[in-house]
């Protein structure tokens, strides 16, 4: 399935039409930007990591000239001098089309990112299904068969990429290690790797299956307890920023306006509460992206 990109905001057809005049200028850039063909591997764009970075530029570019257009609209129809009205048109254009340019080359990184969390959450579930499978006397092939058959989401829709690869006539292994590389999960990464070095060196599955599954479900323990600990000293920012700085540095503000005369105004006093949610939802989302998956 083609991911969405949020932030490209031309339809596809507009933008693959303008991309082609990019295209080379795509190309050039494909080294300096590593991560976008890393990314493009790892996660369906439609586009090769030439072609994303080309249409990053015609959307990035269509962003930034529609933001010019509507400044010097403004500015011109408020009697600003012609000379600032085009700098700051010109200025404030360009920074907005480096700002999408430059969120646009990291989206398929974050995407990348998502998709190996949606991995992360069904693969002890799904590696537990193939040792029972194997430990049946199933095949693997039948077994991946099955699992990509199966209801586990990300980690079915990639067994069903590796399934169709291997019924293409495609070696088991080469299709397993090009698993391996084209992921962002560790844990993805390491059971693949695993499966690969125990049928090269012909172990017994099912054994390799069950250290597996008992290293990612220590592992995931281990971070669940690193995250417990962690939330101690998140629960108190968040207090303090939730509770004690807002009553406090109202109090403090209401006093230094009443008494040392620092001319402090409702403005500042909405400001300041602008700023504690502000703090509250950084740190709210911070804790979140730090919450490890639990399932087991």
């Known amino acids: 399935m083609v991911e969405k990109v949020t932030f490209m905001l031309l339809p596809t057809n507009i933008t693959n039409s303008l991309s082609r005049k990019f295209i080379g200028l795509g190309s050039r850039l494909k080294k300096t930007f590593p991560n976008v063909e890393k990314g493009t591997r790892q996660v369906d764009l439609g586009y090769n990591a030439a072609e994303y970075i080309a249409a990053s530029i015609a959307n990035a570019f269509f962003i930034g000239f529609l933001m010019f257009g509507l400044i010097f609209f403004l500015l011109y129809t408020q009697g600003e001098p012609m000379n600032k009205v085009i700098g700051m048109s010109i200025a404030i254009g360009f920074g907005l089309f480096f700002l999408f340019f430059m969120i646009l080359i990291r989206y398929p990184d974050v995407l990348a990112g998502k998709k190996a969390e949606r991995i992360d959450r069904n693969l002890v579930f799904a590696l537990k299904d193939m040792l029972l499978q194997v430990g049946s006397g199933v095949s693997l092939y039948i077994t991946m068969v099955n699992v990509s058959e199966s209801r586990y989401a990300e980690i079915s829709k990639e067994f069903k990429i590796m399934v169709n690869e291997i019924n293409s006539g495609r070696p088991m292994i ?121 399932e087991f």
Not at 184 to 201: C, E
Not at 213 to 237: F, G
């Open 174 to 294: 080469q299709t397993l290690e090009s698993a391996a590389i084209n992921t962002k999960s560790d844990y993805f990464k390491r059971t693949v790797w695993q499966l690969v070095n125990g049928i090269k060196a012909g172990s017994n599955l099912k054994g390799i299956l069950k250290t597996i599954i008992r290293d990612l479900t220590a592992e995931k323990r281990t971070k669940i307890q690193n995250y417990a600990k962690e939330l101690n000293l998140w629960s108190l920012l968040y207090m303090l920023f939730a509770v004690a700085v807002p009553s406090i540095g109202t109090t403090l503000l209401v006093i230094l306006t009443s008494f040392a005369g620092f001319g402090i105004n409702q403005g500042t006093f909405i400001a300041f509460i602008v700023m504690c949610f502000f703090v509250q939802y950084v740190l709210m989302g911070f804790v979140k992206s730090r919450r490890p998956t639990t």
